[in-house]
């Protein structure tokens, strides 16, 4: 197995020195040994940490951030400026976990040059160590042209969010034959291309088993049930933290709305009445300074009478 050991840096706790970095090779090799392998979004430094530190091997910065962080109704007016800022904060949170950064709607549409330059503006400014692409076939000679400038790429087909409005709303791909021959095409196509892994989003399950078969490539399914090889989730989904019913596939895991906001409440009573500050919370003048102040206002007392 190809692992490379990590270097210590200041901060993380020596159970994760112990721990092998993750890399496309690795991942890899788990999907041939039969491993799961998880994924969650993270989109900011203490997020990052979190999710590395309890030992998920990927971090995906998805342009669900578009969403979950900065309120937007879909993912489509993210821009690589905006996904670069958090890139950058969850590289400073990520040690072990092989880092993707997901290519955002309208920066890889244009044309392969501006799709190269601002793949590699994740990799040199931001420290992502994979990109995340949407579509299959119909990507492949892109794909193939990151890859040759030393960028690993992951795929992402099946219900692909980038084209919500070609296909009129968040809908479950491949249902019918045609569907199915096509999604077949697509991880092919991406698997010839040499991607990472491809994540299949929003499929049957039946249809998500043929293809982890069919490809040497890691799966990694959002929705599309439990053959795949990995699953990855929105991180404010298994946390609550989304203001919005969950998805039929999304575990909630924790209820961080609540536990914040119970927070959030108990600091505002804390103040309104008055508990909060108390005086072990609060800095003192030290004694030699307070016997001085008092002197001086003493003074200043008695040259006012
Ligand atoms: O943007 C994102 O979070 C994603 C995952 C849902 C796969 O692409």
């Not at 491993?35 to 203490?46: K, V």
């Not at 590395?52 to 937007?72: H, K, P």
């Not at 929705?223 to 989730?233: F, H, M, S």
């Not at 946390?239 to 919005?244: G, I, P, R, S």
């Amino acid at each position: 197995m190809s692992v490379t050991p990590i270097g210590g840096r200041p901060g993380f706790s020596s159970h994760d020195e112990l721990r092998q970095k993750v890399t496309t090779a690795s991942l890899r090799e788990q999907k041939l040994r039969h491993e799961p392998i998880t994924c969650l979004t993270a989109y900011d430094y203490a997020t990052a940490r979190l999710v590395d530190e309890a030992g998920i091997e990927m971090t995906l910065v998805g342009d669900s951030l578009a969403q979950t962080i900065l309120g937007y109704d879909n993912t489509l007016s993210v821009t690589m400026d905006e996904m670069l800022h958090h890139v950058k904060a969850v590289r400073r949170g990520v040690k072990r976990a092989l880092l993707v950064a997901d290519m955002p709607y309208g920066s890889y549409h244009v044309d392969p040059e501006s799709a190269l330059s601002n793949a590699t503006r994740f990799v040199k400014e931001g420290g992502a160590e994979v990109v995340k692409i949407e579509g299959g076939e119909k990507r492949a000679d892109l794909i193939r042209r990151i890859i040759d400038a030393e960028i690993p790429v992951a795929g992402h087909i099946g219900l692909t969010p980038q084209s919500v409005n070609v296909m009129g709303g968040y809908k479950v791909q491949g249902k019918n034959l045609s569907g199915i021959e096509q999604l077949m095409r697509d991880a092919v196509a991406l698997d010839r291309a040499g991607v990472a892994c491809i994540v299949l989003e929003g499929i049957p399950r039946e249809v998500a088993a043929m293809i982890t078969a069919e490809v040497g490539t890691p799966t990694i399914g959002i929705g599309a049930g439990p053959e795949c090889d990995g699953q990855v989730l929105v991180f404010h989904d298994i946390l609550n933290l989304t203001f919005a019913p969950p998805a039929k596939f999304v575990r909630r895991y924790g209820d961080a709305a609540a536990l914040i906001g119970n927070a959030v409440r108990a600091f505002r009573a804390d103040v309104k009445s008055l508990q909060y500050p108390s005086d072990e919370e609060s800095y003192h003048l030290p004694k030699e300074t307070r016997a001085g102040l008092e002197t001086v206002l003493a003074r200043k007392r008695a040259m006012r009478r």
